[in-house]
């Protein structure tokens, strides 16, 4: 990897989504219209919201990001760009960090949206500090993004990437104990929730809600959470072809 190599893609990068405005809403606007509708759908029942807002903080950056990466990808890999790129002195490696970056900066603005207006005009009520829900919050928007990296590798079409959200997204999304305790799932499906990713996530963000310090467990669902992302982005340089089909 190059330094230099990564910072040029990631700031290609940047520039292409900056002409996107769709994109640019579907990433910053959607989960803070989310969490909006989910208050007042609870507009009765505040402490509902206080119960799940908080994990669902984290969970909608990483669909979003999830989303708009894979189809942002596909796109380039499909219209030749990534082909051109990498015909170049480019690496692997160097494609794929410049596009982390890119994304994970735009996943740093939506998460400071998305905490900020549930925190200081929601009212979400959080034991803990509000940075460490930030912190989670960050890290579930850039797995989402290593994820959407990942799975337009396998992508023909941008309706194909969008069929891979039932296939990665939802199945983490029953699992991961917003519906109900995993303790209390059938014994596969409760083994299987503790190496899903997004399992993770959710129980960082009930670990801030819950606590006012840092705890050992919130440590461990914050590392792991990070680790998963490092290690999709890396089987995401491993599997990037340099001929598209």
């Not at 949206?113 to 549930?118: D, H, Y």
């Not at 005009?121 to 979400?124: H, K, M, Y």
């Not at 930030?134 to 928007?141: N, P, Q, S």
């Not at 039932?166 to 997204?169: D, F, L, R």
């Given at each position: 990897?190059n330094?230099?190599?990564?910072?040029?893609?990631?700031?290609r990068?940047l520039?292409?989504?900056?002409?996107?405005p769709?994109?640019i809403a579907?990433?910053?606007?959607?989960?803070?219209?989310m969490?909006?509708?989910?208050?007042?759908?609870?507009?009765?029942?505040?402490?509902?919201f206080d119960?799940?807002?908080?994990?669902l903080l984290?969970?909608?950056?990483?669909?979003t990001?999830?989303l708009?990466?894979?189809i942002?990808?596909l796109?380039e890999?499909?219209?030749?760009t990534l082909?051109r790129?990498l015909?170049m002195?480019?690496?692997?490696?160097?494609?794929?960090?410049?596009?982390?970056?890119?994304?994970g900066?735009?996943?740093?603005?939506q998460?400071l949206?998305?905490?900020?207006?549930?925190l200081w005009?929601?009212?979400?009520d959080v034991?803990?500090s509000?940075w460490?829900l930030?912190?989670?919050?960050?890290?579930?928007?850039l797995?989402?993004t290593a994820?959407g990296l990942?799975?337009s590798a396998f992508?023909a079409?941008?309706?194909q990437?969008?069929?891979?959200m039932?296939?990665?997204?939802f199945?983490?999304?029953l699992l991961c104990g917003?519906?109900?305790?995993?303790?209390t799932m059938?014994?596969?499906?409760?083994?299987l929730?503790?190496?899903?990713p997004?399992?993770y996530?959710?129980d960082g963000?009930?670990q801030v809600?819950?606590h006012?310090d840092?705890?050992?467990?919130f440590v461990?669902d914050?590392v792991?959470?990070?680790?998963?992302?490092l290690?999709?982005?890396?089987?995401g340089?491993?599997?990037l072809r340099?001929?598209t089909p």
């Open positions: 990897m330094g230099a190599r990564t910072l040029a893609t990631a700031a990068v520039r292409q989504l900056r002409h996107d769709r994109s579907l990433m910053l606007l959607v989960p803070v219209l969490l909006t509708l989910l208050r007042y759908v609870f507009d009765g029942s505040p402490r509902t119960s799940i807002g908080a994990s984290g969970i909608f950056p990483l669909i990001m999830f708009v990466t894979s942002a990808t796109r890999r499909t219209s030749g082909e790129l015909a002195p480019l690496g692997k490696g160097d494609l794929i960090a410049g596009y982390a970056l890119a994304f900066a735009v996943a740093v603005v998460s949206l998305a905490t900020g207006l549930a005009l929601l009212g979400l034991t803990g509000p460490l930030l912190l989670v919050a960050l890290l579930d928007a797995l989402g994820l990942f799975v992508a079409s941008e309706f990437a969008v069929q891979f039932p296939a990665v997204i199945p983490q999304l917003l519906f109900a305790a995993r303790d059938q014994p596969v499906l409760s083994a929730s503790d190496v899903l997004m399992s996530a959710v963000m009930t809600l819950t006012t840092m705890t050992a467990d461990r914050t792991v959470v990070a680790a998963c992302a290690l999709v982005l890396a089987l340089a491993a599997t340099r001929r």
